[in-house]
């Protein structure tokens, strides 16, 4: 009793006319960071960010999958976080913010008018001006396989080969990373401002590590809180050293580049493009789990290695279709009620729907300090 029916706002056409294209999109600018640890405390500022060293080929991914600590699911991921993190920092939220989101939810956006089977769905609340956008968690099976669960696996454990140190590193010791237990909770997120269109978002997205800072010896007579403090400096630093982990399966034949360049580099463009992550470090490995190649994609040049091909896609039309869902959320939203963008099958509209009626909003718990 008492429970509304959602009401559908607009329907948008994925593969029609977007109205405004060349839509301007601002580079992200850092704002502050956070890390979350292996016992799942938040840390404002981060300082825990990793750095980059590219490993070699030969590595194996399975070392280590017995003891692999996965990724803790449940309905959604709280953006309280990314709030916390904005007030240790001292940044308000005003009504010239947006959105307040996780990188997920634009990369769903962006790959939509290329996407034709993988339903998303986003939780929306808008209160004084501001609209949060929620990660929903939607059931998939395959993601439950073991299969999946192997390659989710090599995956982290790429990511963490390409955190440890080389073998003649000072660090080797401290680092070995056969010896500890990969864990998918661990990370360190930086939280942004950007535009798309005309809408002005705050975004925070995990990243994987950076290139090395400019070496800098201790300073005489530097003690631990001193070098704690320029630690976390330097990551605050790095978002211009910012490094995207991925693995792939190695191409044995042309259908595989195919493949690569239509599906997996589109995906790596995205989250890198939106994150202002300068390059992707890419492990292809065999079907046992045996690296056999790296390779390193700069972001911004990814677009050119499709532009031109047949049935490739097209950068410029994934930004100005983001600009587009975004403006028209704007639009339709009002204070004080929940609604849920939807694409889903047939896979030819994007939906919005409010879930329940405006109510007099009271000011907002996520702008309270944590």
């Known amino acids: 009793a008492g ?9 948008l056409n994925v593969h029609g006319r977007i109205p405004d294209v060349n839509a301007p999109v601002s580079a992200p600018t850092r704002l502050t960071s956070y890390n979350i640890d292996a016992a799942g405390a938040v840390h404002c500022p981060g300082k825990a960010l990793r750095t980059f060293h590219k490993p070699s080929p030969g590595c194996d991914l399975n070392v280590g999958m017995d003891s692999f600590v996965e990724k803790k699911t449940g309905d959604g991921t709280s953006i309280q976080p990314i709030l916390s993190a904005l007030h240790t920092a001292n940044h308000k939220l005003d009504s010239n913010i947006h959105f307040v989101t996780f990188r997920n939810n634009l990369n769903k956006i962006m790959e939509t008018p290329y996407n034709d089977k993988n339903e998303w769905r986003i939780g929306l609340e808008r209160e004084a001006g501001t609209i949060y956008m929620h990660v929903v968690q939607l059931e998939d099976s395959f993601s439950s396989s073991a299969d999946q669960k192997k390659f989710q696996y090599w995956g982290y454990k790429f990511e963490e080969l390409c955190c ?5 590193s000072d ?17 360190f997120c930086s939280v942004f401002r950007m535009s798309f269109g005309h809408s002005r978002l705050i975004v925070a997205a995990e990243m994987d590590c950076a290139e090395p800072a400019p070496h800098q010896e201790r300073a005489a007579g530097e003690d631990e809180e001193g070098l704690g403090k320029r630690k976390r400096r330097e990551a605050e630093e790095a978002a211009d050293r910012f490094v995207e982990i991925k693995t792939s399966r190695e191409m044995t034949a042309p259908h595989h580049r195919r493949t690569f360049e239509r599906f997996k580099l589109l995906k790596f463009w995205i989250q890198s493009f939106v994150g202002g992550v300068r390059s992707i470090c890419c492990g292809f490995r065999d079907d046992t789990g045996i690296v056999t190649h790296v390779e390193v994609f700069q972001t911004l040049e990814i677009p050119r290695l499709v532009r031109g091909k047949a049935n490739m896609w097209d950068a410029r039309r994934c930004i100005d279709f983001t600009a587009w869902v975004l403006g028209e959320v704007r639009r339709a939203t009002v204070d004080g009620a929940r609604y849920e963008l939807r694409y889903q099958h047939p896979f030819t509209h994007v939906t919005l729907v409010r879930l329940d009626p405006p109510h007099d909003p009271s000011p907002p718990p996520a702008k309270a300090a944590p």
């Open 3 to 11: 429970r509304h029916a959602a009401v559908v706002l607009f329907s």
């Open 164 to 168: 440890k140190p080389p073998d003649n």
């Open 171 to 187: 660090d080797a010791a401290k680092a070995s990373g056969e010896d500890g237990a990969v864990n998918a909770n661990v990370e």
